[in-house]
């Protein structure tokens, strides 16, 4: 739970600088964690990324203090870090659905609260897990950029699937000389709107390997040796597969003493011979969190 409450502390900070400088370094210091985990944590749990909220709470601030004060509209807008009153009256236009000169007059006019986090355990789902110190390896196979899907098969992913021929799978599997025998999933550079289920991300389908060799028409990505966390699934696909997706950030990282380094997350299953009974693993980057 120390990770929350640092969460929230550093909530509390970004706060206080509404109306001035973010120095994201004492945000990381605040929280606990790196910026990339606290960036990533805050997209997960909030469903908005850490920017769109702090843009939000400074039109919101704004809109109060023009309509409870004396303040000119330029004023505000310096204040809250724009550079001219035009930027700043189409931003509050595009949030808000009026102009900043109309709040003093309206009735009623749009807010956004201050967020803080708590944590909810739902159940239902045991989740096994492990860490594993891994060396360096390299994922080959066929990389494209594809959009954010939550809930179902994604189709562009499917049409990578489906593009692979029997000869490319043929070399890909002669590749695998790790403890993974299987075909590898791996995604990466994902965009800020990941967890609003916006934007792409990078996505690779092919092998994990130690070899070094030249690897033709292939993409390569390389991998450092680290720390990862490794999680089973077991049941309906992609079902099950999602869901313990979905518990690793919403329940297991806020509650372990684990943070995201940035790296592919990565995931394989075994046979589809029965499509409700499908076992996979999820690899995830992380290293231990500094108390």
């Known amino acids: 739970m120390d990770m929350l409450k640092g969460m929230n502390e550093a909530l509390a900070y970004i706060e206080s600088q509404l109306d001035g400088q973010i120095d994201f370094g004492q945000v990381a210091r605040i929280s606990g964690v790196s910026e990339f985990h606290f960036r990533r944590m805050f997209s997960y749990l909030s469903g908005m990324s850490l920017g769109v909220y702090i843009r939000n709470r400074r039109l919101s601030k704004a809109a109060v203090e023009l309509q409870q004060g004396t303040e000119r509209v330029i004023d505000v807008a310096v204040k809250y870090g724009y550079e001219s009153a035009d930027g700043f009256s189409r931003a509050f236009r595009d949030w808000s659905g009026i102009l900043p000169s109309e709040v003093k007059n309206s009735s009623s006019f749009k807010v956004f609260p201050r967020l803080t986090f708590q944590l909810t355990i739902r159940g239902g789902m045991d989740m096994e897990y492990r860490i594993e110190e891994k060396e360096s390896f390299k994922l080959v196979g066929l990389k494209k950029r594809v959009p954010m899907v939550f809930e179902g098969q994604n189709p562009e992913i499917m049409k990578m699937v489906q593009s692979l021929t029997s000869e490319q799978r043929e070399m890909l599997g002669a590749w695998r000389n790790t403890e993974v025998k299987t075909v590898v999933n791996a995604s990466f550079h994902f965009d800020e709107g990941r967890f609003e289920e916006k934007g792409e991300l990078d996505h690779l389908i092919g092998s994990m390997t130690t070899l070094d060799e030249d690897f033709g028409e292939f993409d390569v990505v390389e991998v450092a040796a680290g720390e990862w966390a490794i999680f089973n699934a077991s049941g309906p696909f992609p079902q099950t597969l999602q869901e313990v997706w979905g518990k690793i950030f919403s329940e297991w990282l806020p509650s372990s003493n ?26 995830i980057p992380v290293k231990r969190r500094e108390n």
């Not at 943070?259 to 499509?275: K, Q, R, T, Y």
């Open 258 to 283: 684990y943070e995201l380094i940035d790296g592919p997350e990565i995931s394989f299953n075994g046979s589809f011979a029965d499509m409700q009974n499908v076992e996979s693993e999820i690899w």
